[in-house]
């Protein structure tokens, strides 16, 4: 089932939502979207990687998504969305045309999950629902100058589109269970990963736990090191 947010809070939460419109909506690769939101509380705020925002699907239910970049000079807004067929929040946003208004929640992070100020090298692990986060990372790490590489697994029609999304990503093709072949790449190259790396595994739970598996038992990272954020998993909706 999905999580529920009692009406009342959910009403409260919608008070402080920033008041934007669709710029656009464009289909990229197989099932990806990206989508812009323009507004003028965007010029003067931030986003740190790791970041979550919302749309209201019903009286009781969000769905959250990951901001990508924000530009303050044209105060727009940017989100990759996976598009995987079914679901209040993709029927949501195929429903908006440009120009309609969107509310858009208040944006953070949770504790365990956000940016953290340093020089080691981050690496964010994930599928087609992790690139906006891969994205914002990346951007971050560029502009302090720290080493940054991500791994995510995507539809093969969605490869070309996501490494020019994130460049310094390695995007592999997901040829059968979720998880699998980006959990394969990592025992391949687990000796190449620097002991000091600050990792970032996020999207399907399931692989999640896999992937922190094979970083405990065959990288020298530190457990403290590896952050982790399902934002879905089997059987399961509304994380």
């Known amino acids: 089932m999905a999580l529920r947010t009692p009406g009342f809070l959910a009403d409260q939460v919608m008070k402080s939502a920033h008041a934007a419109t669709l710029v656009r909506r464009r289909d990229l690769g197989h099932g990806l979207i990206e989508l812009v939101l323009g507004s003028d509380d965007f010029r003067e705020a931030t986003i740190l990687p790791g970041d979550s925002t919302a749309f209201r699907t019903s009286r009781t239910e969000f769905r959250h998504y990951t901001p990508a970049r924000i530009d303050a000079a044209s105060g727009e807004l940017s989100i990759i969305v996976h598009r995987h067929g079914s679901g ?7 429903s908006w ?4 208004p969107v509310a858009v929640c208040q944006w953070g992070s949770k504790k365990s999950f956000r940016w953290e100020a340093g020089d080691e090298p981050v690496l964010v692990v994930g599928d087609a629902t992790v690139i906006s ?12 100058g720290r080493p940054f ?6 539809d093969p029609g969605d490869v070309e589109a996501t490494g020019e999304l994130v460049p310094q990503a390695t995007v592999v093709a997901r040829s059968g269970a979720h998880g699998l072949d980006a959990e394969a790449w990592l025992q391949r190259h687990a000796e190449q990963l620097d002991a000091t790396t600050t990792v970032y595994l ?8 896999r992937q922190r598996r094979v970083l405990l ?9 590896i952050r982790t954020q399902p934002y879905w998993a089997d059987g399961k909706t509304g994380l």
């Open 149 to 154: 590489q991500a791994l995510l697994e995507v």
């Open 217 to 225: 038992d065959l990288t020298p990272i530190d457990r403290r090191s």
């Open 97 to 100: 045309h440009e120009g309609d």
């Open 202 to 209: 996020a999207g399907h739970g399931q692989s999640i736990q």
């Open 133 to 144: 986060l891969a994205m914002a990372f990346g951007d971050r790490c560029r502009s302090e």
């Open 88 to 94: 209040p929040g993709e029927e949501l946003i195929l």
